[in-house]
């Protein structure tokens, strides 16, 4: 993306902002709240909300321009998305497995075919026994299984890219864990360029390999994760740094 500018009403919300991401590289979005995170990552997807509009800003895919068009074709398929608060992800009266199979049905898989593919990818995010999830209702998971159900969905179709909104929040610190472990793995196996939209530095120190920092719709610096943390550049980027040393001591993952 390139030189992004998204508006509401006239004002600016987010400008000049310009990313990349590559296969097999993570990049952290970081940021105080209210920064331009979220919208930043729903205009990759071409989801902004009502409201909020696009005026300027080029997205390229392997060089190539992407009109809104081209753009929504991709969603699901070259760019998965994993968004925060799983539960509000699914919808309630319907299985699992009806999740399933909608998503796999945009690539003609059905049947037995596609009950396979779902437990092996519930089988790649972690579960034991897949067949006993997919007669389940999102109100019978808890967050966390909800969170990698979503992961599991978000790779379907096996994308390239993946753009995961705060995806370990609200979930509690063992489950956050096991999260991070998983997309970890994932980004290894499946070389997948994963951009990680996040409050908690210590997951960018455990998984980034960029850190990029917003602040009030700006990109404000942008540089290798050891740089990063060893030398931040930016006076924003010092104040995370050194909010997140008050609340959780010098320890960070090396
Ligand atoms: N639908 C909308 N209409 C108008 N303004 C919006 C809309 N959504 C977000 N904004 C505003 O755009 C700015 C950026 O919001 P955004 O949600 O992208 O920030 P963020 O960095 O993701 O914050 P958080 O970490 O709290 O999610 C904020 O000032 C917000 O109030």
Known sequence: ?????????????????????????????????????????????????????RVAGVLRLDG????????????GRRIGFVQQAPRGGFNPLVTLGRHFRETLACDGLRGAAATARAEALLREVGFDAPARLLPLYPGQLSGGMLQRAMLALALARAPD???????????????QAQILSLLEGLVARRRLGLLLVTHDLSVVARLADRVAVMLGGRLVEEQEVRGFFDAPRHPHSR????????????????
């Open 161 to 175: 890219f993946l753009l995961a909104d705060e995806p370990t929040t609200d979930l509690d610190l063992i489950v």
């Open 239 to 254: 104040a995370l740094l050194a909010a997140h040393l008050a609340l959780y001591g010098e320890a960070l993952p090396a």
């Open 64 to 75: 190539a321009v992407l009109d809104a068009a081209a753009q929504a074709a991709l969603r």
């Open 1 to 53: 993306m390139e030189g992004l500018r998204l508006e509401a009403g006239g004002v600016a919300l987010v400008d000049g902002v310009s990313l990349a991401l590559r296969r097999g590289e993570v990049l952290g979005l970081v940021g105080t709240s209210g920064g331009g995170k979220s919208l930043t990552t729903l205009a990759l997807l071409g989801l902004l909300p009502r409201g909020v509009r």
